[in-house]
């Protein structure tokens, strides 16, 4: 027993066993069709029995989930900022949050088609309370962060799970995947959580901060997608919000999402890697002693990598014009480029309910206002 077991994803000696055991799950049946549409269900049956590793699993079967994917509901996926990583290196990578399965599947997809170590990746064990889905999150090289525990319980789930972050990045030479805060950022505002932080630092040992923070070899990285597939599907819970309500999620609502998320259509996909948080460590060592005033200096050093790199899409520009009622930005898009965005807009909520409106455009225009507002404040 080891005391990462229940967090923890499969070791490669339990692989066969564990895709043997939902290979016959209708929801696997399912997934290979949509993978393999033209492949006959023998076929890939017999293909499982020759998996021995997460690996050979990822690189025969999830990549070329994730291919198909980008082929039914998207114009493509870009990247940029990776060529300037070392292939040899495990990284801490640290995200923005827009999808449940789509951010971290595709910088897998972007890593190992540059040839960089692909990443463990966090997930929340919410998300995967269905014996299927918790099987494929561990096949596919997921950990699970634990949800809805005690205080005192949610303290060593921390502590375990940031030694486990240390152990896969030191030990394992693994690459790390983790977002910038829990739960996805449904208004469009991407902030890092200093709680994500204050865990990753748990691993320290007597290391200061700032030279634990060298040691993950932080890497922030943007993904921005023109059209948010679940855009519609956050709404419910940016109104309770707006009305001081509380939102209670519905029974399926997270695997609804998950399905949404990864068959909606997402038109054009950007990732940018930022570099390495390096020298920017040994600025706030040298100027901050207060370890909570480092831990909001890194949190904003990520936040303005993540803001500055985020691709803006003809769409952020479309939903800042109409959200002023203005043509600051008409020089970014083209008239049949607004008037799909505005027929979307109408399809997907009320457009008579002028908050409804006014919140959709904000998911939409946000990450350009929060550039235009890091842009300044860089200016001065």
């Given at each position: 027993?080891?005391?990462?077991d229940?967090?923890?994803?499969?070791?490669?000696?339990?692989?066969?066993?564990?895709?043997?055991?939902?290979?016959?799950?209708?929801?696997?049946?399912?997934?290979m069709?949509?993978?393999?549409?033209?492949?006959?269900?023998?076929?890939?049956?017999?293909?499982?029995?020759?998996?021995?590793?997460?690996?050979?699993?990822?690189?025969?079967?999830i990549?070329?989930t994730?291919?198909?994917?980008?082929?039914?509901?998207?114009?493509?996926?870009?990247?940029?900022?990776?060529?300037?990583?070392?292939?040899?290196?495990?990284?801490l990578?640290?995200?923005?949050?827009?999808?449940?399965?789509?951010?971290?599947?595709?910088l897998?997809?972007?890593?190992?088609?540059?040839?960089?170590?692909?990443?463990?990746?966090?997930?929340?064990?919410?998300?995967?309370?269905?014996?299927?889905?918790?099987?494929?999150?561990?096949?596919?090289?997921?950990?699970?962060?634990?949800?809805?525990?005690?205080?005192?319980?949610?303290?060593?789930?921390?502590?375990?799970?940031?030694?486990?972050?240390e152990?896969?990045?030191?030990?394992?030479?693994?690459?790390?995947?983790?977002?910038?805060?829990?739960?996805?950022?449904?208004?469009?505002?991407d902030?890092?959580?200093?709680?994500?932080?204050?865990?990753?630092?748990?691993?320290?040992?007597?290391?200061?901060?700032?030279?634990?923070?060298?040691?993950?070899?932080?890497?922030?990285?943007?993904?921005?997608?023109?059209?948010?597939?679940?855009?519609?599907?956050?709404?419910?819970?940016?109104?309770?919000?707006?009305?001081?309500?509380?939102?209670?999620?519905?029974?399926?609502?997270?695997?609804?999402?998950?399905?949404s998320?990864?068959?909606?259509?997402?038109?054009?996909?950007?990732?940018?890697?930022?570099?390495?948080?390096?020298?920017?460590?040994?600025?706030?060592a040298?100027?901050?002693?207060?370890?909570?005033?480092?831990?909001?200096?890194?949190?904003?050093?990520?936040?303005?990598?993540?803001?500055?790199?985020?691709?803006?899409?003809?769409?952020?520009?479309?939903?800042?014009?109409?959200?002023?009622?203005?043509?600051?930005?008409?020089?970014?898009?083209?008239?049949?480029?607004?008037?799909?965005?505005?027929?979307?807009?109408?399809?997907?909520?009320?457009?008579?309910d002028?908050?409804?409106?006014?919140?959709?455009?904000?998911?939409?225009?946000?990450?350009?206002i929060?550039?235009?507002?890091?842009e300044?404040?860089?200016?001065?």
């Amino acid at each position: 027993m080891s005391k990462f077991d229940e967090i923890r994803y499969f070791h490669d000696q339990e692989v066969n066993e564990a895709l043997g055991s939902v290979s016959r799950d209708p929801m696997m049946k399912a997934l290979m069709n949509f993978t393999f549409p033209d492949t006959d269900e023998q076929i890939w049956l017999e293909q499982f029995k020759n998996i021995h590793s997460i690996s050979d699993f990822q690189r025969h079967f999830i990549a070329q989930t994730v291919r198909q994917i980008l082929t039914k509901s998207s114009d493509g996926l870009t990247t940029s900022g990776f060529d300037q990583l070392d292939k040899n290196t495990p990284y801490l990578f640290i995200s923005n949050h827009r999808d449940i399965v789509l951010d971290t599947s595709l910088l897998n997809l972007a890593l190992l088609e540059s040839g960089h170590i692909m990443t463990a990746s966090a997930i929340g064990d919410n998300l995967v309370g269905r014996k299927f889905l918790n099987i494929l999150a561990k096949l596919n090289r997921n950990f699970l962060v634990q949800r809805g525990l005690s205080l005192r319980d949610q303290l060593k789930s921390s502590q375990i799970m940031s030694e486990y972050i240390e152990q896969q990045l030191h030990q394992e030479k693994r690459s790390v995947w983790i977002a910038q805060r829990e739960g996805r950022a449904k208004d469009g505002n991407d902030a890092t959580q200093q709680g994500v932080l204050k865990m990753l630092a748990m691993a320290a040992g007597d290391q200061s901060l700032t030279d634990y923070f060298k040691f993950l070899k932080i890497v922030p990285i943007s993904i921005s997608y023109e059209y948010d597939p679940t855009d519609s599907l956050k709404m419910p819970q940016l109104l309770a919000k707006h009305r001081e309500e509380e939102y209670i999620k519905g029974k399926n609502e997270d695997f609804t999402t998950m399905l949404s998320g990864i068959l909606g259509q997402k038109k054009r996909i950007h990732l940018h890697a930022g570099h390495v948080i390096d020298k920017e460590l040994d600025d706030i060592a040298a100027t901050i002693e207060n370890k909570n005033k480092q831990l909001q200096a890194v949190a904003q050093i990520i936040d303005d990598s993540i803001i500055r790199n985020y691709k803006l899409w003809p769409t952020k520009f479309i939903a800042y014009d109409l959200l002023h009622n203005t043509q600051t930005y008409a020089s970014q898009y083209t008239e049949q480029e607004k008037q799909l965005f505005i027929r979307r807009l109408e399809m997907r909520i009320d457009p008579s309910d002028p908050v409804s409106k006014e919140y959709f455009l904000s998911m939409y225009a946000n990450p350009l206002i929060n550039k235009i507002k890091i842009e300044e404040s860089f200016s001065e």
